[in-house]
Nanobody, 119 residues
Framework: QVQLVESGGGLVQPGRSLRLSCAAS????????MAWYRQAPGKQRELVAA???????NYLDSVKGRFTISRDSAKNTVYLQMNSLKPDDTAVYYC?????????????WGRGTQVTVSS
């Protein structure tokens, strides 16, 4: 019914930038909060950034000032602009969204996109 598809990951050198995108498709009536999580090998999944339907955002302390989350509601898409990347940012990044489908709110996950920061 609903799919979230991430794109934009890859291998990048420290200090460089990447932009992740996540598009929702299917029986989407409306979308509430959209968020990016990440999971590094051997670690728990953590919330990186979230943005509500009114545009207010919050961030993991370690990415504040470097990452920016934004959304295009007309395209059902959320973005994560990642600047000044560090090796510690290496992880699989997952998109998550609260989506209203047939009057039922559900939380959906994408399959993830790998981000590797290495020289």
């Amino acid at each position: 019914q609903v799919q979230l598809v991430e794109s934009g990951g890859g291998l990048v050198q420290p200090g460089r930038s990447l932009r992740l995108s996540c598009a929702a498709s299917g029986s989407v009536f409306s979308i509430n909060t959209m968020a990016w999580y990440r999971q590094a090998p051997g670690k728990q999944r953590e919330l990186v950034a979230a943005i509500s339907s009114d545009g207010s955002a919050n961030y993991l302390d370690s990415v504040k000032g470097r990452f920016t989350i934004s959304r295009d509601s007309a395209k059902n898409t959320v973005y994560l602009q990642m600047n000044s990347l560090k090796p510690d940012d290496t992880a699989v990044y997952y998109c998550n969204a609260g989506i209203l489908v047939d009057r039922t709110l559900g939380y959906y996950w994408g399959r993830g996109t790998q981000v590797t920061v290495s020289s």
